[in-house]
């Protein structure tokens, strides 16, 4: 195993981990305690926070309410469904796997800064 095929692997396990979590947690993500340590000790929302109630939404068929929750919710929730399945495909074909390839290129990294920046400067809606 190469060391694409490495990091395509550890990419496409976090993406799995990640959405097993956020199915198990959907229904506590609205009243669970904060878990967000730059929230609980800072007192500010972090580019992260609503991420896990945007999930959440999109686990019970929201979607109009997972972009209210934070605006990257649902791209990032399609791109952690799509990149192991891509993969999972590419790899029964005997092909190489293109997820650690993008995550190089200097147009992936530039579109995340993009996301970030985006999602700080977006209001957020709180939990009622």
Not at 27 to 43: F, H, T
Not at 89 to 100: F, I, N, Y
Request: hydrophobic share 50%; charged share 15%.
């Amino acid at each position: 195993m190469n060391e694409n095929q490495r990091t395509a692997l550890a990419v496409n396990a976090a993406a799995v981990a990640t959405l097993v979590v956020s199915f198990a947690t959907r229904r506590s993500a609205y009243m669970g305690p904060e878990l967000c340590l730059v929230k609980r000790v800072l007192k500010v929302r972090c580019a992260g926070c609503g991420l896990m109630r945007s999930f959440a939404s999109l686990w019970e068929g929201s979607v109009r309410e997972a972009f209210s929750m934070h605006p990257l919710g649902p791209v990032l929730f399609t791109g952690l469904v799509l990149f192991p399945l891509v993969d999972g495909v590419r790899a029964l074909q005997g092909k190489e796997p293109w997820t650690a390839r993008l995550i190089g290129t200097a147009w992936f990294r530039w579109a995340i800064v993009a996301g970030l920046l985006a999602a700080v400067a977006s209001p957020f809606d709180e939990p009622q």
